[in-house]
């Protein structure tokens, strides 16, 4: 098995598409350049398969207890170098089930592991920590349907199958306000360590894709993950509270942003003290009514040293947005953006701090955000209504605000626009060759400022 080779990713003419479009549109320098390495790739000797422990793959038999009874097996037999659990072509319904350490979940070409809409047995967990209750209703939160808890040495790979969460029935319920808990996300790493994720299509979350959080050592490639845009909070990538984070070579449309680093949300996130830093972003394409690249908006323990290039972003909200709040304390420091292609935006760039709600009234007035070191560069857009949205706080203005680069173009040009192409309050920064030209507080700053990071 070839499990991470680079053409197991075109299996459809659409995906076919998008990456020959995507990998022809940049350079063999930029590509070769990988952060994939922090994270051993695993070859494992035993293999077993679904199917051995009486799975179905006719899209009707439930295989709850064959997906259980497996990873069971792999948990306690504890195989030297660790165990492949095969899944092959066909359609295997299934609840929630929980991934053991050691084990690589792969996926055929033609598999598709998927959530039932039968929902009476979905089991609820504890919220998180460092959020305090639920992130839509106070209380638990319903487990995700592919769940690891304080695992390390986890692969989930394959030949492009599908884990599709069926998640219409969750959004109806949102919509419809029905809901009693917080829906489950598709796929969660809670304390956990050396994951890797690669080759497989994220379909239909019932709420956030891919979820790491209190993890080290995760990569993230070659994945494709598919929303409709008007399904409410399905983000793609939610790196959480979590360092060495590795996004690479991968394609996004959802309703909602398509990767947003997060570190807990207000006083809960502030007590538990947990940033997000190490994270690295490269070679993503993608589409969302929201925003492409974000930080935040729950940033409560900080978000540190992040880099994000080589993005393309079409169709989008915001291209780059980093968002916080009054209250949510934390550092978000040492971030930067470079070489984007955004095309049809509301907004190219955004950096606010009045984004996001609370979890309840006893978050901190005082606990403010502190926001500083940002570094965007080698920004190039299309029909973007708004150059630039920077938004700082009065009592903790934002600094070091690093811009270089930069050409955000409305719909025929720099002057066709409804609103003033760039809103600053609260900042001080430097900018270097930015078209349309930018507002007077990214001038108020000497260029030293941005040495370090530019």
Known sequence: MHLLSK???????????????YFSSISSASYSETCSGIVPFHQRADTISITDFGGVGDGITLNTKAFRAAIYRIQHLKRRGGTVLYVPPGVFLTESFNLTSHMTLYLAAGAVIKA????RNWPLIAPLPSYGRGRELPGGRYISFIHGNGVRDVIITGENGTIDGQGDVWWNMWRQRTLQFTRPNLVEFLNSRNIIISNVIFKNSPFWNIHPVYCSNVVVRYVTILAPRDSPNTDGIDPDSSSNVCIEDSYISTGDDLVAVKSG???????YGRPSYGITIRRLTGSSPFAGIAIGSETSGGVQNVLAEHINLFNMGVGIHIKTNIGRGGLIKNITVSNVYIENARQ??????DVGDHPDENFNPNALPVVKGITIKNVWGMKVLQAGLIHGLRNSPFTELCFYDINLHGETGTSARSSPPWKCSDVFGFSHQVSPYPCSQLSSQESGSCTNNS
């Open 7 to 21: 053409s197991s990713i075109t299996t459809t003419p659409f995906l076919l598409l998008i990456f020959f479009f």
């Open 116 to 119: 039932t809409q039968r929902l």
């Open 265 to 271: 949300w207000d006083e809960y996130g502030i007590s």
């Open 348 to 353: 190219g760039i955004k950096i606010a701090g």
